[in-house]
Protein backbone atom coordinates (compact mmCIF):
# COMPACT_ATOMS: atom_id res chain seq x y z
CA UNK A 1 0.00 0.00 0.00
CA UNK A 2 1.29 3.16 -1.26
CA UNK A 3 1.44 6.40 1.27
CA UNK A 4 1.58 9.82 0.16
CA UNK A 5 5.11 10.23 1.34
CA UNK A 6 5.86 7.38 -0.87
CA UNK A 7 3.98 9.50 -4.08
CA UNK A 8 5.95 12.80 -3.26
CA UNK A 9 9.10 10.88 -2.93
CA UNK A 10 8.34 9.21 -6.36
CA UNK A 11 7.97 12.85 -7.81
CA UNK A 12 10.67 14.08 -6.35
CA UNK A 13 12.55 11.68 -7.62
CA UNK A 14 11.39 11.77 -11.17
CA UNK A 15 12.04 15.62 -11.14
CA UNK A 16 15.60 15.13 -10.28
CA UNK A 17 15.75 12.94 -13.43
CA UNK A 18 14.12 14.92 -15.41
CA UNK A 19 16.91 17.89 -14.70
CA UNK A 20 20.03 15.27 -14.54
CA UNK A 21 18.45 14.49 -18.28
CA UNK A 22 18.18 17.82 -19.17
CA UNK A 23 21.54 18.55 -17.80
CA UNK A 24 23.23 15.75 -20.20
CA UNK A 25 21.37 16.50 -23.22
CA UNK A 26 22.58 20.00 -23.04
CA UNK A 27 25.75 18.44 -22.38
CA UNK A 28 26.00 16.18 -25.33
CA UNK A 29 24.44 19.66 -27.64
CA UNK A 30 27.46 21.27 -26.80
CA UNK A 31 29.35 18.47 -27.26
CA UNK A 32 28.60 17.96 -30.60
CA UNK A 33 28.65 21.43 -31.57
CA UNK A 34 32.38 21.84 -30.33
CA UNK A 35 32.84 18.59 -32.29
CA UNK A 36 31.36 20.30 -35.46
CA UNK A 37 34.02 23.44 -35.02
CA UNK A 38 30.62 25.70 -33.20
CA UNK A 39 31.45 27.21 -30.04
CA UNK A 40 28.40 28.13 -27.92
CA UNK A 41 28.50 31.75 -26.48
CA UNK A 42 25.20 32.67 -24.72
CA UNK A 43 22.62 30.35 -24.01
CA UNK A 44 19.40 32.14 -23.96
CA UNK A 45 17.73 29.22 -22.48
CA UNK A 46 19.65 29.31 -19.43
CA UNK A 47 18.86 32.97 -18.67
CA UNK A 48 15.29 32.50 -19.16
CA UNK A 49 15.48 29.67 -16.98
CA UNK A 50 17.14 31.16 -14.40
CA UNK A 51 15.27 33.63 -14.16
CA UNK A 52 11.96 32.27 -14.37
CA UNK A 53 11.17 33.61 -17.91
CA UNK A 54 11.35 37.28 -16.54
CA UNK A 55 12.77 39.41 -19.47
CA UNK A 56 13.51 42.18 -16.89
CA UNK A 57 14.91 40.74 -14.61
CA UNK A 58 17.02 38.32 -17.10
CA UNK A 59 18.25 42.52 -18.26
CA UNK A 60 19.05 43.03 -14.85
CA UNK A 61 20.76 40.14 -14.11
CA UNK A 62 22.84 40.23 -17.50
CA UNK A 63 23.95 43.91 -16.51
CA UNK A 64 25.23 42.58 -13.22
CA UNK A 65 27.23 40.22 -15.06
CA UNK A 66 28.76 42.91 -17.78
CA UNK A 67 30.10 44.71 -14.54
CA UNK A 68 31.57 41.65 -13.38
CA UNK A 69 33.19 41.45 -16.99
CA UNK A 70 34.13 44.70 -17.01
CA UNK A 71 35.75 44.94 -13.53
CA UNK A 72 38.05 41.53 -14.95
CA UNK A 73 38.71 43.35 -18.02
CA UNK A 74 40.15 46.35 -16.25
CA UNK A 75 42.11 44.52 -13.77
CA UNK A 76 45.65 43.77 -13.42
CA UNK A 77 46.18 40.32 -13.98
CA UNK A 78 49.04 39.89 -11.93
CA UNK A 79 47.36 41.28 -8.72
CA UNK A 80 44.08 38.86 -9.48
CA UNK A 81 43.30 35.77 -6.81
CA UNK A 82 43.08 33.77 -9.70
CA UNK A 83 41.34 30.79 -7.72
CA UNK A 84 38.75 32.95 -6.19
CA UNK A 85 38.01 35.18 -9.53
CA UNK A 86 37.46 32.24 -11.54
CA UNK A 87 35.47 29.93 -9.55
CA UNK A 88 32.88 33.29 -9.08
CA UNK A 89 32.96 33.74 -12.77
CA UNK A 90 32.42 30.58 -13.55
CA UNK A 91 29.57 30.25 -11.26
CA UNK A 92 27.90 33.69 -12.68
CA UNK A 93 28.77 32.61 -16.38
CA UNK A 94 26.92 29.44 -15.60
CA UNK A 95 23.72 31.11 -13.83
CA UNK A 96 23.42 33.70 -17.28
CA UNK A 97 24.41 31.46 -19.69
CA UNK A 98 27.92 32.37 -20.76
CA UNK A 99 29.19 28.73 -21.66
CA UNK A 100 32.44 29.54 -23.50
CA UNK A 101 33.17 31.74 -20.26
CA UNK A 102 32.23 28.91 -18.35
CA UNK A 103 34.14 26.97 -19.72
CA UNK A 104 37.09 28.78 -20.07
CA UNK A 105 36.96 29.53 -15.86
CA UNK A 106 36.71 25.73 -15.23
CA UNK A 107 39.45 25.13 -17.20
CA UNK A 108 41.45 28.02 -16.09
CA UNK A 109 44.92 25.92 -14.56
CA UNK A 110 45.56 24.53 -17.90
CA UNK A 111 45.35 27.53 -20.30
CA UNK A 112 48.68 29.37 -18.66
CA UNK A 113 48.91 32.37 -20.53
CA UNK A 114 46.78 32.18 -22.40
CA UNK A 115 43.88 32.48 -20.28
CA UNK A 116 43.57 36.48 -20.23
CA UNK A 117 43.57 36.90 -24.15
CA UNK A 118 40.78 33.66 -24.25
CA UNK A 119 38.26 34.81 -21.74
CA UNK A 120 38.79 38.67 -23.44
CA UNK A 121 37.63 37.00 -26.94
CA UNK A 122 35.13 35.07 -25.16
CA UNK A 123 33.72 38.73 -23.44
CA UNK A 124 33.43 40.02 -26.66
CA UNK A 125 31.68 37.49 -28.15
CA UNK A 126 29.00 37.37 -25.36
CA UNK A 127 28.64 40.62 -25.49
CA UNK A 128 28.11 40.67 -29.13
CA UNK A 129 25.90 37.47 -28.38
CA UNK A 130 23.85 39.07 -25.64
CA UNK A 131 23.41 42.37 -27.67
CA UNK A 132 20.17 41.09 -29.10
CA UNK A 133 18.41 40.06 -26.27
Not at 10 to 21: D, K, M, P, R, S
Not at 65 to 73: A, D, G, I, P, V
Not at 98 to 106: F, H, K, N, R
Request: net charge negative.
Amino acid sequence: MFTNLDYDCGLFWAQIQTVENRKRNKAMENLEQMKKGAVLVFDRQVLMHQTSEDQALAQEVLGLFFKHLNRLESSDWQELQLPFEMHTLRGAAASVGAVQIEDLSGHWRTLGERLETQLRQAAKAFRAAAETF
